[in-house]
Each structure stands twice: as C-alpha cells, then as structure tokens.
C-alpha cells in the first residue's frame, strides 16, 4: 500500500475519532456499538493499524507511534464514558431503590368465563354430533318469542315466562333461546339440525336459583321420521360425553306449549353418582338424597309450530330440547348459588379454565 493511501485513510479515521462525542452515547450498549466500530475485529482503526505492516520501514517508524497513540487515546474516552454510565446507573438504582436482582411479577393472563367454557363445550360436543350454530337477536318479536311457539296471548303458560317489554310493544327481551328455532325454519328447508345457545331474560326475583339474565342453549332438530327415540338417543349421548359415560338419564311428563310429548329430562346426579347418600349420613344435599337432578326440558315438535313457521306437519318430525347453561355448571362445579356467575368477584373466576371440562 502506498504511504499517502495510507495516510489518508488514518486521518479519515483519526478525524472520525476526534469528532466521537462521548456523551452522545447514552447506553452502556451504544457505547459498545462505537467500540465494536472504531476497535472490533474489522473495526475502523484496526484495519488501519493492520495496514502499517506494509508501509516501508521508515514511515512505519514514522506513523507506527501516532496511529497507537490515537488507539490509546479512543481507548481511554471509550473506559471513561463506560465508568461515568456504570457509576451513574448504580447511582441511579440505588436512589430509586429497584432492586433489579429480583426476579419479574408474573403476567396475569385472563380467561374465559365459566359460562362461556361450558357454553363453548356443550356447543362443541354437539357439534361433533352434526349440529351447527345458529343465533338470533336478544329483543324479540311476539311472535317469534310466544305465538310461533304455539304460545297466543291467552294462555297461561305466559305466565312463566313473564319478561320486559319494551316501548314499541310488541318487542321484548327474549325470555328462550326457542325464537332461534322459528327463525332458522322460517327461512331454512328441513332437514336440520341446530344448536342455538344464548342469553335469555325473565322477570325473576333474583335469588340463588333465579337470575333476571341468564344462558341457555336449545337444540333442534327437524327431518324425515323423527321420533322421541331419537330425542332419548340423542340425550343419552349428550349427557354421557359431556358429563362422565356412567351418567344415566330419565325422562318425567311434562307440558311445553311447542312439544308434544314433552318432557322433564333429569340426570343422575354428579355428586353421590346417583346414590343419593353421602353427607355424613345426611345424605346429598345436591339431589336432596333422591339421586336425580332436573335438568332440562324436552320434547317432540308440536306440529302447530311447523303449521305456525310454514312447515308441512305431515311431512316434517322433529324433536327439541333446551338447557339453562348455569344449572349445568352448577352442577358439573358444585357452585350452590347462580348469583356468583355475575358478580366478577376474581377470586371465582379464577378457579375456571379449559383444563378442568
Ligand atoms: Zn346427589
């Protein structure tokens, strides 16, 4: 290499060099950045200290010294500046009193609420069974809540049912998931089968079994010769996956406007395995020592409702039934009161995630 090529790439260095401020590196690591540059392996100065070796004897004699001397220099800015951070930031820490030696909070990670695990499981078991989602709106029309459910205004089984109304009568909040069912027949061919899961409302008296608000899921299922048997078949599996393959069910006559026959489905219950004992002697206070739990209703399509929605009777079977979603987990998590699903009190939630269904 020629002597001024040299040269002239030292003094560009060298001029780099002079014109580093030290204070503009704020961080211990930014600092090591301008070191790593200037002084690294292929840094700036390095390569040019490399290139001496080929500088005839005498102006090696010459630059050799001036070339070192600007390597000691940026050396002793570069331990400077690294000294001034360091004794800054232990100041600092000590002021602030962090300990950085500690180890981190762990992130809190929410999860998803004990309703919405079981809707969410009950909807996938179903679904692995071919039934798919449907959904309707929460305020309703008459019609679609009671009169095409076989439910007119005259009759008394409105009294169960007792809801809000809203101003422009006849709008009211659903008091059923069933009003899905109207809907997906009114605009849908049979056969079908669908699981429609939601919130519902009634004017209740909120009290450990009673909420103004609450969830529900309805299953239907309309096609070709459809009888309860297959409502029972369907149950059976239902119940048996979802809660434990020893669960047993039985059915009690009962009386829904929109099926006929209909049903009372109890289940065996969880806790004493059907016993009803347990307790201490006392026996389970789950069943109340009968060994059954009263879980959902069920039943046949009444043929007025297929009349009602435009669907030919003499055609169409079906079978229905629908489920309140806390009296499940209230079962399935021995939770005594169904005001503790909507008081976000963390301390309950917390003891819910997708592990424990
Ligand atoms: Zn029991």
Same mark, same amino acid.
């Given at each position: ?49 490399? %290139? ?28 400077? !500046? ?28 929410? +999860? ?5 695990? &079981? &809707?969410?499981?009950? $909807? ?20 679609? =809540?009671?009169?095409?459910? =076989? ?33 997906? &027949? ?12 939601? !919130? ?47 669960? +047993? ?9 929109? $099926? ?30 009968? %060994?059954?739990?009263?879980?959902? %209703?069920?039943?046949?399509? =009444? ?40 008081? =976000? ?13």
């Amino acid at each position: 290499m020629a002597t001024s090529d040299w040269l002239a790439a030292f003094e560009k260095t060298a001029a780099a060099i002079g014109a580093w401020e030290p204070s503009s590196a704020a961080t211990l690591s930014a600092l090591d950045a301008v070191r790593i540059d200037f002084l690294g392996r292929n840094g700036r100065l390095t390569e040019v200290l490399k %290139g001496l070796k080929d500088l005839p004897l005498e102006d090696r004699k010459l630059y050799g010294p001036k070339a070192q001397s600007a390597r000691a220099e940026l050396e002793g800015r570069i331990a400077a !500046r690294k000294a001034a951070l360091e004794s800054h930031r232990d100041l600092s820490l000590e002021k602030s009193g962090v300990d950085v030696t500690l180890p981190a909070s762990p992130a809190l990670r929410g +999860r998803l609420h004990p309703v919405t695990l &079981m &809707m969410g499981e009950m $909807t996938r078991v179903l679904g692995l069974m071919g039934y798919s989602l449907a959904e309707g709106p929460l305020v309703e029309t008459d019609w679609h =809540n009671f009169e095409a459910l =076989n439910i007119p205004a005259h009759h008394p089984a409105r009294d169960a049912h007792d809801t809000f109304y809203l101003k422009d009568l006849p709008t009211l909040l659903r008091t059923h998931t069933s009003p899905v069912q109207v809907r997906t &027949m009114e605009k849908t061919k049979p056969p079908l089968k669908i699981v429609c899961p939601g !919130r519902a409302f009634r004017r209740d008296a909120v009290d450990a079994s009673h909420s103004a608000v609450f969830y529900q899921m309805e299953c239907l299922a309309v096609g070709h010769g459809i009888t309860f048997a297959d409502l029972k078949g369907t149950l059976e599996v239902f119940m048996r996956t979802l809660l434990g393959s020893s669960t +047993r069910i039985r059915f009690r006559p009962s009386f829904f406007p929109f $099926t006929e026959p209909s049903a009372e489905v109890d289940v065996s219950c969880l806790l004493c395995g059907g016993q009803g004992s347990g307790g201490g002697g006392k026996g389970c206070s789950a069943c109340k020592q009968s %060994g059954w739990v009263e879980l959902l %209703g069920a039943g046949v399509v =009444n043929p007025a409702v297929f009349k009602l929605v435009g669907l030919d009777p003499e055609e169409w079977t079906g079978f229905a039934f629908g489920i309140g979603i806390e009296r499940l987990a209230m079962m399935k998590y021995r939770i005594p009161d169904i005001r503790l699903f909507y008081e =976000n009190d963390l301390r309950f939630l917390d003891q819910f995630d997708e592990d424990i269904l």
